[in-house]
């Protein structure tokens, strides 16, 4: 079985930016982190086993206090050029 491809939106509190980059880019399954400007902060790029491990860095994102919103898109298929 392939493994699970996706992104994760994220919104930050203002200013602390640096403290929550620092736990997210060491998380396992985590492959890139863009810092966006827009509706949202920043962007995850992530490539996991299975459900098991999107659902643990989900958790670990969540349970960093400055970050205040997630958002989560699998990838259903890729379109190469």
């Known amino acids: 079985m392939a493994n ?3 992104i994760i939106l994220f919104n930050l509190v203002k200013g ?9 880019k060491n998380l396992v399954g985590v492959k ?3 810092v966006v400007c827009g ?7 992530f490539d996991v ?3 098991n491990e999107l659902k643990k860095i989900v958790k670990m994102m969540r349970a960093i206090k400055v970050v ?3 958002i ?3 990838a259903v ?3 190469s050029t």
């Open 49 to 51: 086993k299975n459900l």
């Open 39 to 45: 509706e949202h902060d920043g962007v995850v790029v």
């Open 77 to 79: 298929y890729t379109i």
């Open 16 to 24: 602390c930016e640096k403290e929550a980059l620092d736990q997210i």
């Open 72 to 74: 989560t898109y699998i």
């Open 32 to 34: 890139k982190i863009f």
């Open 4 to 6: 699970i491809e996706g």
């Open 68 to 70: 205040t919103k997630t």
